[in-house]
């Protein structure tokens, strides 16, 4: 078998694994990165982060031409859903980022291999597929992502009963969805069919939407879905579903079935790290899959690293290409002294985290309920986007900022944000917590006027009650 030498190996071609590899090629590394699939960026770029959120955006618009111009004096008559020019755009969206990714490997020297890579031995990775060769290097990477988790009892039929690949190309709109899981994939698919005219029913284990987010702000956005058409069963244990006379049916322990034309499985992700050879490098995976690592992303194996979804910490895009740069910061820092340095560095605590439904939910830092637990003294300042005048001219009112500091140092410990474009103003609030900012210092920014972002300094104000238009 032909073998092939570099610096480092990258197995996996996701925001992690592309990320890595081109940090690590501006850093002078002769660089391989291995993945099966034609298209590069992973599962976020092909059937995740990116299709999703253009199928929302798309969504919203037909959803606001339908019924919410007229009070802007736009009326329109006669809307109606080209559901295939839809799913073209979408598809055109993820074609032209993934051939953005080709373009990037190019012109930094990344060299790829189109195949399955599995260890095969420490510094040791055997390529399968397109390309059938062994590559061996000092250091290699393993970024391989995650795969929708399972449900025991329910089995996706790759129709009628899908994950969320399958959800997004679906050819006709269902009359009735069920969606299995109330966390950021199911709100936001369940968002995106619901506005394209689908009865959607949402059906959750737990007493609560969105797992882990700040409670206040997920009772909001439930409210709000709510009001938007969405329904929601929560406390429900799902014991299997399956098609009966040309029905879905997702059978609940205890309570009535859900019935619908389609079923969405969206309960979450597991680390695909079954296939990966991890036992010949010595490699034990905990019992969630998720390959144990130190501080600098290091395995139990000499030489082997892992990111992103197959390591512990929140399964999303942006921590795995932080920690992708990190890692071969490291690694390169090493290769040119022989040292450890402390170039590359990822505060676990401040990476963000934006569902994308209508509207935004982001969040950063502790929730309430967490420094509750803990213990640990706080106060609270809110602004409500009703009394922002920016919201007000954009009619999309609902929503609030929320701040939590440190009662004593007032040092900002969580920003949580329900609104419009929570999703990109809550990079304010990660950039201010990464420099240790206090309510006080957000409070004294100018922020322009109007924005949304002056949402912030009134909750920052709020936070020792003085907030002016509260």
């Not at 309430?368 to 809110?382: I, M, R, S």
Request: with cysteine.
């Amino acid at each position: 078998m032909d073998t092939r030498m570099h610096d480092l190996v990258v197995i996996g071609a996701g925001p992690g694994g592309y990320v890595a590899a081109i940090r690590a090629a501006q850093l002078g590394m002769n660089v391989a990165c291995v993945d099966e699939n034609p298209q590069l960026g992973g599962t976020c770029l092909r059937l995740g982060c990116i299709p999703t959120k253009a199928l929302l955006e798309s969504s919203e618009r037909f959803a606001e031409a339908s019924a919410g111009l007229a009070e802007h004096g736009v009326k329109i008559d006669g809307v109606s859903l080209d559901l295939a020019a839809m799913l073209k755009r979408k598809d055109a969206v993820v074609t032209g980022l993934t051939a953005g990714v080709a373009a990037l490997f190019k012109r930094n020297k990344v060299v790829r291999y189109e195949g399955r890579g599995r260890l095969a031995g420490a510094g040791l990775v055997r390529v399968q597929g397109k390309d059938s060769l062994e590559l061996s290097a000092k250091h290699v990477l393993l970024a391989p992502g995650s795969a929708c988790a399972p449900l025991p009892g329910v089995v996706p039929d790759g129709d009628r009963i899908g994950t969320s690949s399958e959800a997004l190309a679906w050819p006709a709109v269902p009359p009735r969805l069920v969606v299995i899981g109330a966390g950021y994939i199911g709100l936001e698919l369940g968002s995106v069919w619901r506005r394209l005219g689908a009865q959607v029913t949402v059906v959750e284990f737990l007493d609560r939407i969105l797992p882990g987010t700040d409670g206040e702000i997920a009772r909001e956005a439930q409210k709000l879905l709510r009001r938007q058409g969405l329904e929601f069963r929560l406390g429900c244990r799902v014991t299997g579903a399956g098609v009966e006379g040309g029905e879905c049916v997702v059978t609940i322990d205890g309570q009535e079935p859900a019935r619908g034309a389609r079923v969405l499985v969206a309960v979450g992700r597991r680390p695909s790290t079954s296939d990966l050879g991890l036992e010949t490098a010595g490699i034990v995976p905990d019992d969630r899959g998720r390959i144990p690592v130190d501080a600098e992303f290091r395995t139990a194996a000499p030489g082997v690293y892992a990111i992103g979804d197959a390591i512990r910490g929140p399964m999303l895009a942006h921590k795995a290409s932080e920690e992708g740069v990190a890692c071969v910061e490291r690694i390169s820092l090493r290769l040119r002294s022989g040292q450890v340095g402390a170039p590359g560095l990822v505060d676990h605590d401040l990476v963000p985290g934006v569902c994308y439904t209508e509207p935004e939910i982001a969040g950063v830092g502790k929730t309430e309920e967490a420094l509750q637990q803990a213990g640990v003294p706080f106060k609270k300042g809110v602004f409500h986007f009703r009394a922002a005048p920016r919201a007000r001219c954009t009619g999309r009112i609902d929503g609030r900022v929320k701040i939590l500091a440190h009662e004593k140092t007032d040092r900002v410990l969580g920003v949580h944000i329900i609104g419009s474009h929570a999703g990109e103003l809550i990079a304010e609030a990660a950039a201010a917590m990464a420099f240790g900012a206090s309510s006080e210092d957000l409070a004294r920014v100018c922020h322009a006027h109007p924005t949304l972002a002056e949402a912030i300094k009134e909750a920052a104000l709020d936070v020792d009650k003085r907030a002016i238009h509260a």
